[in-house]
């Protein structure tokens, strides 16, 4: 029997071959790992567009902040909700499947659309109101994937767009680019939310998990910041996924209002003030359990939709057969390649459906100014922002997409 660390330990022994080859490609390999051809093996079942879905699994949580009036204690509910978002985003694809895989790459114009239903709060009496998705790929080279959840009933939008650039350096490291604007419209209340770095640990074994790296920050335009450094368990000590947090006026870091300890994949603590120095504290578990996003069945879908284009390939990976992976997948791939000749051959751009880009963003520029955050537009293609009504008329004018109901699925009707 192998010991779990030997070098590809979590690799079955049929691909452990290519488990080899492909560790040391990325070795060797310069330049942007999001370019380099990953085993089918190693493919995870869902695509990177879905990833946006994340942000909302657990409505109640997200909704929670804007039911309280005092912005001291929205913002505490803000950095308890991002913090409760990370065990998802970064953690529940190994659990699912035994270890993290890489997902499918978007293709420009991919899409994924849904609600999350209205839940019942019945310990407090109160109703989330559905709660709607919308997730598109609007660029390809750089990948950027831009998304925006909105939940009408409580004055909620949360928008954004993240790329990431991947490199090697003794394992995968990859540096996401892009932020989250969170805004409460019954208090005219915006948030800059900055989206950590991450690499990737357990690679050489075969059993690969996320890390998050560094800090991220939560800015607020009443004038409260959290912050949130990372660390992981290291070569000498310390517990997987553990991070601390502060929240503080701006101006006045030392004095803290709020501060969190733990781990995002398990269980952290919120104290009231510094831990020492705290006079209370709130143990808070992220939940296993999620609400599901809904939506139709991928017959019922459009052709641009991840659930629909990518369910041939996910059927192939699911039943290991990488022969019909890489076939399904290269059909995509190839009619991508297609539709970029036709464009320069025309000399026309990709219209994107739901996002519209923009040169500058002063709400950006304003709440940045208190961490030092640079936009990087040059780096996403752009600063991508939902557009309601430009959705309307773009999409009303395509007969495939009012046949699969996509602006009334997008909330939009």
Not at 296 to 301: G, I
Not at 317 to 346: G, V
Not at 379 to 384: H, V
């Amino acid at each position: 029997m192998s010991s779990s660390k030997e070098e590809g330990a979590g690799v079955s022994p049929a691909n452990k071959g290519s488990w080899s080859s492909f560790l040391r490609s990325i070795a060797s390999f310069n330049g942007d790992l999001a370019s380099l051809t990953a085993p089918p093996f190693i493919l995870g079942t869902i695509s990177l567009s879905e990833f946006s879905g994340y942000w909302a699994e657990s409505p109640e949580i997200f909704v929670a902040p804007a039911r309280a009036s005092n912005p001291e204690e929205r913002a505490k509910l803000v950095l308890k909700w991002f913090l409760a978002t990370l065990k998802q985003q970064y953690c529940s694809r190994s659990e699912h499947e035994g270890n993290e895989k890489k997902p499918l790459n978007p293709f420009l114009g991919e899409l994924h659309i849904g609600q999350w239903p209205s839940v019942v709060v019945e310990k407090e009496g109160w109703e989330t109101g559905v709660t709607t998705l919308v997730s598109e790929q609007v660029s390809h080279h750089p990948p950027v994937t831009a998304y925006c959840i909105r939940n009408e009933k409580h004055g909620i939008t949360l928008q954004g767009y993240n790329a990431q650039k991947a490199s090697f350096s003794r394992t995968i490291h990859v540096k996401q680019i892009g932020h989250a604007l969170l805004r409460f419209d019954k208090f005219d209340e915006d948030y800059l939310i900055t989206i950590p770095a991450l690499h990737i640990e357990g690679l050489i074994y075969g059993t690969p998990f996320v890390e998050l790296n560094d800090k991220t920050y939560i800015v607020s335009s009443t004038g409260y910041i959290s912050k949130v450094d990372y660390s992981g368990k290291g070569w000498i000590g310390g517990k997987k996924n553990s991070f601390t947090a502060t929240l503080y006026q701006e101006g006045n870091e030392k004095h803290t209002l709020y501060s969190v300890e733990g781990q995002w994949n398990n269980s952290f603590t919120i104290y009231n003030g510094s831990k020492k120095s705290g006079t209370g504290s709130e143990v808070f578990i992220p939940k296993t359990e999620i609400t599901s996003l809904q939506y139709p069945s991928p017959e019922q879908l459009s052709k641009w939709e991840a659930k629909r284009r990518w369910a041939p390939v996910v059927k192939a990976i699911l039943n290991k057969d990488m022969d019909t992976t890489n076939h399904e997948k290269s059909l995509i791939e190839n009619e991508q390649r297609e539709m970029r000749k036709q464009e320069a051959a025309k000399g026309v751009e990709w219209q994107r459906w739901f996002f519209v880009k923009k040169q500058n963003d002063p709400l950006f520029d304003k709440l940045a100014k208190p961490i030092g955050e640079k936009i990087e537009a040059e780096k996403t293609g752009g600063i991508w922002r939902f557009d309601a009504e430009h959705a309307r008329q773009y999409i009303s004018q395509v007969p495939e997409m009012q046949q699969a109901h996509v602006l009334e699925r997008a909330g939009l009707v």
